[in-house]
């Protein structure tokens, strides 16, 4: 089992730029394939990015925020990062940080048996 901790979010101006970070505990984040999930306001929880498990995965981002965001792990550290550049009103929410024991991303919320607590993130007009 994996314990997931997010940090880095806050507020920032739209255009700005922020990183979240994401520490794995329990066993390591190279076990796992790792994502970033969004939940705003009344929305459902939707995918940002996932990183796989294997290399033989590319790393997988959503068309909302492709060329925006990038996604990467530091295995060493048990970290997974979410670089966040450009940031529009419309990011505006928690972003969740989860982990499923298989090799490649999936995109449905329901693929990952865990999760971090969240951390707010609010872009300002």
């Known amino acids: 089992q994996v314990q997931l901790v997010e940090s880095g979010g806050g507020l920032v101006q739209a255009g700005g730029s922020l990183r979240l970070s994401c520490a794995a505990s329990?066993?390591?984040?190279?076990?796992?394939?790792m994502a970033w999930f969004r939940q705003a306001p009344g929305k459902e929880r939707e995918f940002v990015a996932g990183?796989?498990?294997?290399?033989?995965?590319?790393?997988s981002v959503a068309d909302s925020v492709k060329g925006r965001f990038t996604i990467s792990r530091d295995n060493a550290k048990n970290t997974v990062y979410l670089q966040m550049n450009s940031l529009k009103p419309e990011d505006t929410a928690v972003y969740y940080c989860?982990?499923?024991?298989?090799?490649?991303?999936?995109?449905?919320?329901?693929?990952?048996?865990?999760w971090g607590q969240g951390t707010q993130v609010t872009v300002s007009s």
């Open positions: 989860a982990a499923r024991p298989f090799i490649a991303p999936r995109t449905a919320a329901s693929e990952y048996p865990y």
């Open positions: 329990g066993r390591t984040a190279s076990s796992y394939t």
């Open positions: 990183s796989g498990r294997s290399t033989n995965y590319a790393d």
